[in-house]
């Protein structure tokens, strides 16, 4: 009888139950989902945050890179509802054209480069039958992953194309807007640089 006794006491006390198995299961597993699920929500915030970063980024390189164009403009005139606009360039000594891309600058790879510049081709810089040289305002490089700036609302203040207004805004692949800018650029060409 004894060494039935040993034999019970032995079995009781060593291992886990089946059930008690399974429950130390389901416990971890729901565990590791509720921890699973915190840093899929910390990467999307930090992918957000990211996204931010970069579309502010592109919209001071716009700004920038358009102002150092329209700084030195002469004979300024807005075109397409203001979406587009024509200037002699003093910096280059040539017309210029700035264009929101419509899909068409690179039908390859089927991206949208946002601002496009148009430098004259011309050899005298006039602005009749010029033909242009598109180029991005800004690199593919610069600007992030699937976000392109656009220029929208280009105004002139005043008959001597002294204060160029416009309205710079950036985009995010599916189209959303995130970022707005309204910019003012004070020319520093007087009607009477520009070339006749």
């Given at each position: 009888m004894k060494k039935i006794e040993n034999n019970n006491r032995r079995y009781s006390k060593k291992g886990f139950t089946l059930i008690e198995t399974m429950l130390t299961i389901i416990i971890m597993s729901l565990a590791m989902m509720l921890v699973s699920s915190g840093v899929m929500v910390a990467h999307k915030v930090l992918e957000d945050a990211q996204l931010k970063a970069d579309a502010q980024t592109l919209m001071a390189t716009s700004v920038t890179a358009l102002n150092a164009e329209l700084v030195k403009a002469g004979e300024v005139a807005p075109e397409e509802g203001g979406s587009a606009v024509v200037f002699y360039s003093e910096k280059r000594g040539c017309y210029m054209r700035v264009y929101n891309d419509d899909g068409t600058y690179d039908?390859?790879?089927?991206?949208?480069?946002?601002?496009?510049?148009?430098?004259?081709?011309?050899?005298?810089g006039t602005r009749d039958n010029t033909v242009y040289t598109w180029v991005p305002l800004v690199t593919q490089q610069t600007s992030s992953v699937g976000l392109y700036a656009k220029v929208s609302g280009i105004t002139i203040s005043g008959g001597d194309s002294s204060c160029i207004c416009y309205t710079m805004k950036v985009y995010n692949s599916d189209g959303e807007e995130m970022e707005t800018q309204d910019v003012v650029v004070h020319s520093s060409v007087t009607p009477e640089q520009t070339q006749s």
């Open positions: 039908t390859v790879n089927n991206e949208n480069y946002g601002i496009l510049i148009a430098i004259a081709d011309t050899p005298d």
